[in-house]
């Protein structure tokens, strides 16, 4: 082996080699889906919110998506007036809580977001084409150590 071929192959090893991949995959992604959704009119802002309120499910506290979104609230709330202005979201009084909303998507909202996952799904599918189930489940495996891991540092 070539002292070449032994730094790329110790660089591929590395912790910062690890982060800086883990990071751009998932922005990278993005840039496809984000052309993908915009046939379906939402604009890669708005696409969030909505694909997560549909997998997060009915009925979910604003302060709850904009938790899982890592977004600060009043940033939500812009991007909530957007769908519910164009008919793909409502908010209602939270049962619970009556100082809080919750939020629902509509029939139209539903059918949007349902055609976003299918393109969502379909774009991951293609960019893991080739990839060993085993290796996805070593990377998984990866992932869960080190988010262990970060909850530990967190928890410190």
């Not at 059918?111 to 085993?134: F, S, T």
């Amino acid at each position: 082996m070539s002292f070449a071929s032994y730094l790329l192959a110790s660089e591929r090893m590395s912790s910062d080699w690890f982060f800086e991949q883990a990071l751009v995959l998932p922005r990278r992604a993005r840039v496809l889906i984000n052309a993908q959704v915009e046939s379906l009119g939402l604009t890669s802002a708005t696409a969030r919110p909505l694909y997560f309120l549909g997998r997060l499910g009915d009925g979910v506290r604003a302060k709850d998506l904009a938790e899982a979104l890592e977004l600060e609230r009043p940033s939500l709330v812009a991007l909530l007036d957007r769908l519910e202005a164009g008919g793909l979201i409502e908010r209602r009084e939270d049962p619970v809580d009556r100082r809080g909303k919750t939020l629902h998507l509509t029939p139209h909202g539903k059918a949007i977001y349902l055609k976003a996952d299918a393109l969502v799904r379909e774009v991951r599918r293609a960019i893991l084409e080739g990839v060993a189930p085993e290796d996805l489940e070593a990377c998984r495996r990866v992932f869960d150590r080190a988010f262990a891991n970060f909850e530990r540092l967190r928890g410190a």
